[in-house]
């Protein structure tokens, strides 16, 4: 069953206004795309829409937040992070205020507005910018809870999401835990761990399924935090099925593949593969083409966790491999 990320999102909105008092939410003209609209329905004192001028709005969610008010800046991804990137590095992330920005239309899945409105290089620009926690939802029954853990972390928060509907992974959103650094197991597995942000997770699923007709037991893990990542279930996973497969709507360099890439080569080296758009822009279509144009789907994510199992099995035969 699919379910509406930013209908999503507006419904959080409001439940985090009646239960965050003094949040403020900014915007720069899209508040009917965020769904913020809701929010400045019921509590129009505490929004602020400032127009199409995204880095004049980071500027005002900064200025809010010295006084020790709780800020969310909503916008789409690409103008959530690519076009006020100075200010967010200056105003924001510097001085460690609490400014949540809250990012729809993150991805290709963005889908007919093309290339430049489709954010492919959001994650590595938040994960570059010292002291910022990097946040993805998997589908829309974990918004709500993911927008808390936002507000309740100290300092200035990333939090990402799709545009394009999702397959719904956590039915009762009551009883959804999202807590900052820790990811979370959605199937055991001991041959290869797949690891998916945002509408990848559920790919990932479905490419477990596929496996598990082959014999092989995956593992699936949603990263959710892509900074700071789970180190512990990632040592996990490298020790306990040698393999691991990341999979996102993002360029391959400076992501999630990136950020395990990296830890995995400091900590515990282990065959490794990336679904991703490798190294190019999107285009204009229909969400769905696009994200099998680009291999984002459970298909190709079978094909890498093969891959990946295949160079394990190698590296534990081969005499000169590194023990």
């Not at 995956?218 to 990263?223: F, G, P, Q």
């Not at 306990?240 to 996102?248: D, L, M, Q, R, Y």
């Not at 282990?270 to 679904?275: G, K, N, S, T, Y």
Request: with cysteine; aromatic share 6%; charged share 25%.
């Amino acid at each position: 069953m699919l379910g509406n990320y930013r209908d999503a999102l507006g419904k959080a909105f409001v439940q985090i206004g009646q239960e965050f008092q003094d949040v403020v939410i900014v915007t720069a003209d899209v508040s009917k795309s965020t769904q913020s609209i809701r929010f400045k329905e019921l509590f129009p004192e505490r929004f602020f829409s400032v127009g199409i001028a995204e880095q004049n709005a980071v500027g005002v969610a900064a200025g809010l937040a010295t006084f020790g008010i709780p800020v969310i800046y909503t916008a789409y991804a690409m103008f959530a992070t690519a076009k006020p990137f100075e200010q967010v590095r200056n105003m924001v992330a510097y001085p460690r205020l609490n400014v949540k920005i809250v990012a729809t239309h993150g991805g290709v899945n963005v889908g007919e507005d093309g290339v430049t409105h489709q954010a492919i290089e959001d994650i590595a620009i938040m994960r570059s910018i010292p002291g910022m926690t990097v946040m993805a939802v998997a589908d829309p029954g974990e918004v709500a809870a993911a927008l808390r853990a936002a507000l309740r972390h100290e300092g200035p928060v990333y939090l990402r999401l799709p545009r394009a509907a999702g397959e719904i992974i956590h039915q009762d959103e009551s009883r959804v835990t999202f807590t900052v650094g820790k990811a979370e197991t959605l199937r055991e597995g001991k041959d290869v761990t797949l690891i998916g942000v945002g509408l990848l997770v559920s790919e990932c699923l479905k490419a477990a399924e596929t496996l598990a007709a082959e014999g092989i037991q995956a593992r699936v893990l949603n990263a959710r935090t892509v900074k700071p990542l789970d180190e512990e279930a990632l040592l996990a996973a490298a020790h306990e099925t040698g393999g691991i497969v990341t999979a996102e709507d993002h360029n391959c360099m400076g992501g999630l593949g990136g950020a395990v890439a990296e830890f995995l080569v400091r900590r515990h080296p282990a065959p490794m593969e990336q679904v991703a758009l490798m190294d190019v822009f999107g285009r204009s279509g229909e969400a769905r083409l696009l994200m099998k144009k680009f291999g984002l789907t459970a298909f190709d994510i079978c094909r890498k966790a093969r891959t990946v199992m295949q160079r394990s099995r190698e590296g534990r035969t081969d005499p000169h491999a590194d023990g």
